[in-house]
């Protein structure tokens, strides 16, 4: 287990929060793209993996238009491939959960002794695995509450908040407190203007983004919605309600207690991003893979197992496994071309 953060916390190890640490960022996407870019910018050794963009992104560098500031880096380490990459302290997964199938060929290479795994992916059960590849301790999860899109390549837009809550992950999510290596990526973050949230419990973490996830990421799809036109009409905000009720009632009975006004709380919140599409919604629209089964089908079956009946949850999943089935993989490609 990791060692924790304790109260006679030492000169040298205060050190050591601000000691040179490097970045590997798997998915040089809308989030990694920019909290990656953000790293840079604050001279953090940064090493971006990417895929579509390298060519572009190697030749121009980054652009990230953003209200906390819009700025260019002309120059990034830009790879193809991860066995080009050198072994980092941190390793940031931005992927789409789709494709974490590439995990168990990319992690290997780049973690060295005291490299952690930062997942900042939505969904359920991301972290667990990463766990299965690397080990239980060496992963951590970021949630991100943040709104980002891709304009262009190496072009990204962040239009919304930026905050993330981060916290330890350990066999069966118990819950790990603070430690140090936490203190050690709060004080990185920070220094890219980035806030950071310390979490001791990351799966009551996972469960309270969830809450925002699961009704807001698969309405937007299933409905053609932005996240102001659900929170704005009386009948899609009672469905949003409703479904983020169960959630407390799934997290509960997983012995994570959601206070009671969080769901007005969050609502409040989230109403802020406007006009986002959210990170689903933007996959639908370019017809790419949905993260069904992160964010939708993993907290089903976690109620399920618990016996909690959540209809509007069950009946969301089955909606959106249609329509990535149907519009979005490529079996509706194959299906098209016939
Ligand atoms: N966007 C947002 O505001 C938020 C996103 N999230 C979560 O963050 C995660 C990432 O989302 P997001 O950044 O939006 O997704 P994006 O699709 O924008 O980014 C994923 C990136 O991974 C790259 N990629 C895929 N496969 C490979 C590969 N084999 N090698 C190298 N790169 C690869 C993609 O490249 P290519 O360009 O070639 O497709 C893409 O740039 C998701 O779990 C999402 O739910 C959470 C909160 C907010
Ligand atoms: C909560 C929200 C909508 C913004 O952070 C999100 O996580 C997403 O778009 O995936």
């Given amino acids: 287990m990791e060692v924790r953060f304790d109260s006679n916390f030492n ?94 060929q990319m992690l290997p290479c780049l973690v060295k002794d005291n490299s952690v795994v930062l997942v900042l992916q939505n969904g359920l059960g991301v972290e667990e695995e990463v766990a299965g590849i690397v080990g239980s301790n060496r992963v951590m999860g970021g949630l991100c509450f943040t709104c980002n899109d891709k304009v262009a390549p190496g072009h990204f837009r962040h239009l919304h908040y930026g905050v993330i809550t981060l916290a330890e992950y350990a066999y069966d999510y118990l819950a790990c407190g603070i430690t140090k290596r936490m203190l050690q990526v709060k004080t990185d973050f920070e220094r890219a203007g980035i806030l950071i949230q310390l979490a001791e419990d990351l799966l009551l973490a996972r469960w309270k983004k969830l809450i925002c996830n699961i009704p807001f990421n698969g309405l937007t799809v299933v409905l053609n919605a932005t996240i102001k036109d659900l929170i704005s009409d009386v009948h899609t905000r009672a469905l949003v309600e409703e479904m983020m ?78 329509l990535d089935t149907y519009y979005c993989t490529d079996r509706a490609i194959a299906v098209l071309a016939h």
């Fill in 245 to 322: 009720q169960e959630m407390v009632t799934v997290a509960a009975a997983y012995h994570r207690a959601i206070a009671d006004d969080y769901i007005e709380k969050r609502l409040k919140y989230i109403a802020k991003m406007g006009p986002y599409r959210t990170s689903t919604k933007i996959d639908f629209d370019y017809r790419r893979s949905l993260e069904v089964e992160a964010i939708f089908g993993n907290p089903l079956r976690a109620a399920q197992q618990a016996g909690i009946d959540t209809p509007q949850l069950a009946m969301l999943y089955r909606q959106l496994k249609f």
């Fill in 11 to 104: 000169s040298s190890a205060r050190r050591s929060l601000s000691e040179n640490r490097s970045y590997a960022i798997l998915g040089t996407g809308a989030l990694g793209g920019f909290y990656g870019a953000r790293l840079q910018q604050a001279g953090i050794d940064v090493h971006f993996l990417l895929r579509s963009d390298y060519e572009y992104v190697k030749k121009h560098g980054l652009f990230i238009e953003s209200p906390d500031g819009t700025f260019r880096l002309p120059q990034v380490n830009a790879y193809r491939n991860v066995h080009d990459m050198p072994c980092c302290d941190v390793i940031v997964v931005a992927l789409k959960t789709t494709q974490n199938n590439l995990l168990r």
